[in-house]
């Protein structure tokens, strides 16, 4: 089971005081407002508290404790950023985080086998007992979901 989860990706800074902007990866970009610490990675991976957190457009716009100027957070363009699974908003009845699903076999409810779930760098990716690669897709998340709530 994955101890932190990706929450989003530093794709820029944002004025001249050290603020980031990160496109998130997460289905509530609001829940960065809940966050009072989060995870950097880049070559190393180091905590930050978070300061302060905004919504603009399709980003989250964060600043972290010890980032504040433009320079600094200049470094951390690319980064991923990821919280502690504690840290995650709860499951609704029928949700599973899909970094749970990988490595589950892809079977449909009358028994055909597909594959298996598995991520190959940021795409969450089926692969198909053929060999054949097939990308992320309503189907995935379908086939995969019914398995998941079957084998109880």
Partial sequence: MVEMFI????????????????????????????????YVENKEISEYEIEAVRLHKTFVLIKL?????????????????????????PLKEDEYYISDLYGLRVVTE???VYGWAMCLGSASVLLASSGVWVYTSMFFYVCVCQVIVHQN
């Fill in 65 to 89: 404790k010890g980032i504040d100027d433009m320079d600094s957070a200049q470094m951390l363009k690319g980064s991923i950023l990821k919280i502690d699974r504690k840290d995650s908003l």
């Fill in 7 to 38: 929450v989003g990706k530093i794709v820029n800074t944002h004025g001249i005081k050290g603020e980031l902007r990160v496109l998130p990866t997460t289905d509530d970009s609001s829940r960065f407002k809940q966050l009072k610490t989060v």
């Fill in 110 to 112: 009358d028994g055909k």
